[in-house]
């Protein structure tokens, strides 16, 4: 059972006010800046910073502080985090592909732009959930709840397409660092820890599962892909970017990347379709420092699903299929 947090904030849930930086529409330009800070019981700290929309899509920036020696999910549960409108209407968090429960390693800080799709109503007022399933007092919980009112009026500016989390560091605290040369031998592992969190912290960001094969990493190719192409989209280059990350740290050896499509259409398309997506996978990572040699690529069309593609009752399963359309990167075991 993981140790009481030894800090708390107590402010469980806050109402926000985004006053704009010149004129009434605080969204036009850049987003509002915030300063709301909100503590769970279990040790996690939301801090809310800027919030704007755009469009069809709101962005609220914030921080997460995780003080859990666990790791955390913000957004456990298939549309139970949004943001609420007085008339009711939800309007769904876009979570990111490769995390889609916003995980958090444990004792780390991350930068997290939290989209939501659809307007604000004219009044701007909604309530923002994260984790609608999850624990709000619970000291102990791997899923916490947090729930703010925000009153905001839309407006222009930039907002991203989806949920991405950024800039992950250690939280700050008081610890024996590596040594300096003075001839304490104290913290003499420290970077070896560093590089192990780091690796551990890149696999959770990217939904990586360890397997037989090694450490799988796969992408969506409806998110990765334009329809029926192989094509990188630009909003999966940050994804492909942690992948790279994630690479260069881990243990050196070969790499695969298998290209999958679901059972629809003609098998030699399928398999053409997947080596080109494959490819595409791997000329990306090596514009990132990736040594082509120690990539392979292999396409396997529509031989290895990983769900259904047709019903129980012989119609289609669509979500089944979205799944089969992928790509998997497997790095060599630990």
Not at 67 to 75: C, P, S
Not at 151 to 176: D, F, H, I, Q, Y
Request: glycine letters at 10%; one cysteine or more; hydrophobic letters at 40%.
């Amino acid at each position: 059972m993981p140790a009481r947090p030894s800090f708390r904030i107590a402010l469980v849930s806050a109402t926000l006010v985004l006053a704009g930086c010149g004129g009434s529409n605080p969204f036009s330009g850049d987003p509002a800046p915030l300063d709301v800070q909100i503590a769970h019981p279990n040790g996690v700290v939301l801090q809310l910073l800027s919030a704007g929309a755009s469009g069809d899509h709101v962005v609220v920036n914030a921080r997460v502080l995780n003080g859990r020696d666990q790791e955390v999910k913000l957004a456990q549960g298939t549309e139970k985090s949004y943001l609420l409108t007085g008339s009711g209407e939800k309007l769904f968090l876009v979570p990111p592909a490769a995390n889609e429960s916003l995980a958090i390693p444990a004792g780390q800080v991350m930068d997290v732009a939290l989209v939501f799709a659809g307007k604000l109503p004219g009044d701007g007022k909604a309530t923002l959930v994260l984790s609608e399933n999850g624990n709000a007092d619970s000291v102990y919980t791997g899923s916490p709840r947090f729930q703010v009112v925000l009153a905001a009026a839309p407006g222009g500016g930039s907002v991203p397409e989806m949920t991405a989390l950024s800039n992950m560091r250690p939280l700050p605290t008081s610890t024996l660092q590596a040594s300096a040369g003075t001839g304490s031998s104290l913290g003499s592992g420290g970077q070896a820890t560093s590089e192990l969190r780091t690796v551990e912290a890149l696999k959770s960001e990217l939904g990586a599962q360890q397997t037989e094969r090694g450490t799988v990493v796969s992408l969506a190719s409806d998110v990765t892909f334009d329809f029926d192409k192989a094509t990188l989209r630009d909003n999966a280059k940050p994804t492909l970017d942690r992948l790279a990350e994630l690479i260069k740290a881990s243990p050196a050896g070969a790499i695969s990347i298998e290209g999958h499509t679901d059972a629809k259409g003609d098998d030699d398309y399928n398999k053409r379709l997947s080596e080109q997506r494959a490819a595409a996978v791997k000329e990306y990572l090596a514009t990132k420092g990736i040594d082509a040699a120690k990539l392979t690529t292999i396409a396997l069309g529509e031989l290895r699903p990983v769900a259904p593609n047709a019903a129980a009752d012989g119609g289609d399963d669509e979500a089944g299929r979205q799944r089969n359309r992928r790509v998997e990167v497997i790095l060599p075991k630990s």
